[in-house]
């Protein structure tokens, strides 16, 4: 808890591998060890299917991509120097994969995988004002642009910092800021003054 | 609506672009310092904070299913397959993609990509390019270039057949290849190669045709 009431999240999360034990198992798959691959495939799964999703919209898209980073990181691990953290290294890949493949398919109108978007499981005592702010989050978000979800998901969910999302999007950190600053300005505005029953 | 938030000054403007990153405690101390300097005399960003708060906690509670993706991607490793130890890049994953029966699936223009691969592939042990100094040449380079070092062999593929390059030559002991493309669309190819997301340089060795 910080001074101004808030509590502020802890570098690490005690949920994921550190920085050194992802890089050790980056080290191992580079040697071909397919249970070292297994373990950072069933790391990296989840945080890649959000992020992906961000980007690509399409599910078989994404399983696609998600596969094809997998791949890459499977065939190039060798190619891992450790100059930037092996998960803006593996973000990296997927990212130019989602760009080259949201080049070959046109992004559809609507959106049918909203079961790998935020989740909106509500408690069973979740009110209807509460599930009005998640449908305007949820739909708010659905109008930003692939780039704009990608760095506010890579911020508020991954922990990315924003020198990581620039690296990874391959852009200047400038150009993050700018993305989030507009993204959260279009979110509070598309919630319309609801967001201040949350606070 | 309420009218959208706007800077006051530069140190309001910094301190607000920085707060989603501040609240994940994402910042270095130098950052931290700026935010937390600002965040004491500014009632508007401190609301602000809580908004950040919040988003983050709204943004957890996402775990889709991850067994049925393993045992799909297991499926594409091969677990029986030998691979080629020790040589990094590019050129280790095209020689595994000749080597496998699937090759012979493909379709008749991949194909020559393949087959001038191949031809490549007798000389990567040398260090010199084949097509500069060999008595019988195969049709002379006119692009190098450099993929990215995570590119892997269908990306590179991929990015062949997407600029009309064939591969000549490589690598250097710099790891660049040699290509080539058609005289007449040297410039179009090279200008698709240098915007490619998996190379990291592509120029034009030879002069521009006339």
């Known amino acids: ?199 | 609506m309420a009218a959208p938030i706007r800077p006051l000054d530069d140190a309001h403007e910094q301190a607000e672009e920085l707060l989603p990153w501040y609240a994940t405690g994402q910042l270095n101390d130098s950052d931290r310092a700026l935010v937390e300097r600002h965040l004491t005399a500014c009632a508007e960003c401190q609301k602000q904070l809580r908004f950040e708060q919040r988003m983050i906690e709204e943004f957890q509670g996402f775990a889709p299913e991850v067994d049925s993706g393993w045992a799909r991607l297991r499926a594409r490793i091969e677990p029986g397959q030998r691979w080629q130890p020790a040589r990094p890049g590019v050129m280790r994953g095209a020689w595994d993609l000749l080597r496998r029966p699937a090759v012979a699936t493909l379709a008749a223009a991949q194909l020559a990509v393949v087959v001038l691969a191949g031809g490549a592939f007798l000389s990567l042990s040398k260090p010199e390019y084949r097509a500069l100094s060999s008595s019988t040449p195969p049709a002379a380079g006119n692009v190098i270039v450099i993929f990215r070092s995570d590119a892997t062999q269908e990306d590179v593929l991929d990015t062949l057949r997407a600029s009309g390059a064939s591969l000549v030559g490589g690598p250097t002991s710099a790891d660049a290849y040699l290509l080539r493309v058609p005289a007449n669309r040297r410039a179009a190819a090279v200008a698709r190669l240098q915007a490619d997301d998996d190379v990291q340089m592509a120029q034009p060795i030879d002069e521009a045709p006339r």
């Open chain 1, 1 to 199: 808890m910080n001074a101004f009431g808030t509590a502020i999240r802890p570098r690490t999360d005690a949920a994921r591998p550190s920085k050194i034990a992802e890089g050790e198992l980056l080290d191992r798959v580079s040697a071909k060890d397919v249970h070292a691959f297994e373990e950072l495939y069933r790391i990296y799964q989840p945080r890649l299917a959000r992020f992906l999703i961000n980007l690509v919209q399409r599910p078989q898209l994404v399983e696609e991509v998600l596969d094809d980073t997998m791949m890459a990181v499977w065939q190039t691990a060798s190619s891992f120097r450790g100059a930037s953290k092996p998960s803006t290294w593996i973000f990296a890949i997927a990212y130019r994969k989602a760009v080259k493949a949201r080049a070959r398919w046109p992004m559809p109108v609507e959106d049918p995988q909203d079961d790998m978007r935020v989740s909106d499981d509500a408690a069973p005592d979740e009110g209807l004002q509460q599930q009005r702010l998640h449908d305007a989050l949820r739909a708010a978000m659905d109008r930003l642009s692939p780039d704009h979800r990608a760095v506010v998901d890579l911020t508020y969910f991954h922990d990315l910092g924003y020198r990581e999302i620039a690296e990874i999007m391959s852009c200047p950190v400038d150009t993050v800021k700018t993305r989030m600053f507009h993204a959260r300005r279009r979110l509070k505005e598309a919630m319309a003054g609801g967001f201040e029953d949350w606070l």
